[in-house]
C-alpha cells in the first residue's frame, strides 16, 4: 500500500513528470551531439586525418568502421548501466553516463592525428569511440525509464517518451550546425589543422550544464515503490527469463537504425562522391531533415498514444520502405531543392519508427530487469542496424556501383520491424508497476508464479 500510495502520488504531479522530460530531453541531447559530432567528422575529416591517405575509399570504410564501434560498445554499456539502473536507480545511471561521455568527447578533440603520431590516433580515437559507446549504450535505458515510470499508469507515455527520442535529431542539427558554422567561418586549411576540433571541445561546457541539471530531478516513483525487489542479477535473469522479449525488440527496432542512417549520415558520403553534390548541399539536407524530426517525433509520440505503439511504428516501416526507392533518384537529380526535400520526407517516415520506441521498449519488461532488458534490447539493434549499415551501405554501392542494393537492404531491414511488432502486439495501456494491482509487463519463457511474474 505504501508503495502504491508513493506512486500515486508522484503520478499525479505533472509538474515533476515536466521537469524530468525536460531534464531528459536536454541531458540526452548533449550525449547525442557528442555522438553525432563524431558521425560528421567520419565522413568529412577522419578519413584524411587519421588515416594513410593512399586509398581514399579504403580510409572512409576504415572512418566509418570506427563509426560503427561506439554501437558494438551500446549493448555493453546497457548491460552495464542496465543492471546499476536496476539495482541502484535509474538517476544514477544518466548522472554518470553523461560526464563519461562528456570526458570521451572531449579528449576526442585532444587527440594528434596520423601524421604526427602514426597508428597511435587511430588507436586511441578507436578506444574513445568505444566509451563513447558506453556512456551512450547506458544513457537511452535511464533516461526513458524516468520518464515513462514516473507516468506508470499514464495515457502521455507515447508523448513524454518522444521527448527523449527528439534528442536525436536535435544533437544530429546541433552537430551539424556547429561543424557548418567551422566550416563557414575558417578556410578548408584552417579547418583540417584545428577547426575540426572546436565541435569536440565545445562538450565541456554542455556537459556542465546537463550535469547540473540531471542532479535536481528525483528517482522514479516505480523503482523507489519496489521495497526491496530490486533483482540481485538483472542481466542474468534478463538473459534466462526475457530473451523473446530482447529478440522481439531487436527486431522492432533493427529497421529504424538502417534508414535513419541512408537518410541521414549516408548522404555526406555518397553524395559528394557518387553525384558530385557539395559537402554543403549534402549537411543542409541532413539539417533540413532533423528539423523536420523535431516536430514530427512529439507528433508520433502522441499519436502512438491515442491510436497505439504498432499502427505508428508498421507505417512509418511501410512508408519509409517504399520512400527508400524514391529517394535515391531524387539525389541523381543533383537539384538542390529536390535533395533536401527527399531528405525531409526521409525523416518524416524515421520519426514514426524512433517516436514511439522510448515507451514501446520498455513496455516489453517488468521493472526489476527493465533498464537492463530495454537497454539490451534497443542497444543490440543499434548495432545490427545502425553499426553496420555505413559500412554495409558504402560497400554496396562501391561493388555494385548502384544505389538499388542499399535501397533493397533497407526495405528488407524494415519489413522484419513490421513482423516483430506485430508479434508483440499493442502495449500502450501496459501499467508499468509490479505489484498487486498491476498486471505483468511481459510473459517470462520459464514457468513462474503469477506472483513470481509481478514481483
Not at 551500446?74 to 553516463?97: C, E, M, N, Q, S
Not at 515513462?148 to 517518451?161: L, M, N, S, V
Not at 565541456?204 to 542532479?215: E, K
Not at 506485430?422 to 520459464?446: M, N, Y
Request: glycine fraction near 10%.
Amino acid at each position: 500500500m505504501a508503495a502504491s500510495a508513493t506512486i500515486e502520488t508522484k503520478r499525479k504531479n505533472p509538474k515533476e513528470l515536466a521537469r524530468v522530460a525536460s531534464a531528459g530531453l536536454i541531458g540526452t541531447t548533449l550525449e547525442f551531439y557528442d555522438h553525432f559530432i563524431y558521425g560528421s567528422a567520419a565522413a568529412l575529416v577522419f578519413p584524411k586525418l587519421f588515416f594513410p591517405e593512399d586509398d581514399i575509399f579504403l580510409a572512409t570504410i576504415l572512418s566509418m568502421v570506427t563509426y560503427g564501434v561506439a554501437f558494438v560498445a551500446r549493448p555493453v554499456g546497457g548491460a552495464i548501466f542496465g543492471h546499476y539502473g536496476d539495482k541502484y536507480g535509474r538517476k544514477l545511471v544518466l548522472l554518470w553516463t553523461l560526464l563519461i561521455m562528456g570526458a570521451a568527447t572531449v579528449l576526442i578533440g585532444c587527440l594528434p592525428t596520423y601524421h604526427t603520431a602514426g597508428y597511435f590516433a587511430p588507436v586511441a580515437l578507436v578506444i574513445l569511440r568505444f566509451i563513447q559507446g558506453l556512456a551512450l549504450g547506458g544513457e537511452w535505458g535511464g533516461a526513458t525509464l524516468m520518464i515513462a515510470e514516473h507516468d506508470p499508469q499514464g495515457r502521455r507515455r507515447g508523448f513524454f517518451g518522444s521527448l527523449v527520442q527528439v534528442a536525436s535529431p536535435i544533437g544530429v542539427l546541433t552537430a551539424n550546425a556547429v561543424f557548418a558554422g567551422v566550416i563557414w567561418a575558417v578556410s578548408e586549411q584552417a579547418f583540417l589543422s584545428w577547426g575540426w576540433r572546436i565541435p569536440f571541445l565545445l562538450s565541456t561546457v554542455l556537459i556542465v550544464f546537463g550535469f547540473y541539471i540531471r542532479r535536481t530531478i528525483s528517482e522514479t516513483p516505480v523503482f523507489e515503490g519496489m521495497e526491496g525487489h530490486e533483482e540481485k542479477t538483472p542481466i542474468l535473469e534478463t538473459l534466462r527469463d526475457y530473451r523473446r522479449e530482447v529478440l522481439l525488440a531487436i527486431g522492432s527496432r533493427m529497421g529504424e537504425g538502417v534508414i535513419f542512417y541512408v537518410f541521414a549520415l549516408f548522404i555526406l558520403i555518397y553524395g559528394p562522391q557518387q553525384l558530385g553534390i557539395t559537402k554543403s548541399l549534402a549537411l543542409t539536407s541532413v539539417l533540413m531533415g532533423a528539423v523536420v524530426g523535431v516536430f514530427a517525433i512529439p507528433f508520433f509520440g502522441w499519436l502512438s498514444d491515442k491510436i497505439g505503439r504498432v499502427p505508428v511504428i508498421a507505417g512509418g516501416a511501410i512508408g519509409a520502405a517504399i520512400w527508400v526507392f524514391i529517394y535515391f533518384p531524387i539525389l541523381a537529380t543533383r537539384n538542390p531543392t529536390f535533395i533536401v526535400l527527399a531528405a525531409m520526407v526521409g525523416m518524416f517516415c524515421q520519426a514514426a519508427l524512433w517516436a514511439p520506441m522510448a515507451s514501446f521498449v520498455p513496455e516489453m519488461f517488468p521493472a526489476r530487469v527493465r533498464c537492463t532488458g530495454a537497454s539490451l534490447g534497443f542497444q543490440i539493434a543499434g548495432v545490427v542496424g545502425g553499426a553496420l549499415s555505413p559500412v554495409i551501405a558504402v560497400w554496396l554501392v562501391g561493388h555494385f556501383n548502384t544505389w538499388l542494393p542499399v535501397a533493397i537492404y533497407s526495405a528488407l531491414s524494415l519489413l522484419v520491424v513490421v513482423v516483430s511488432v506485430l508479434i508483440v502486439g499493442e502495449t500502450s495501456r501496459v501499467d508499468l508497476r509490479d505489484g498487486e494491482e498491476a498486471e505483468p509487463v511481459a510473459r517470462p519463457l520459464r514457468n513462474a508464479s503469477p506472483r513470481e511474474q509481478l514481483v
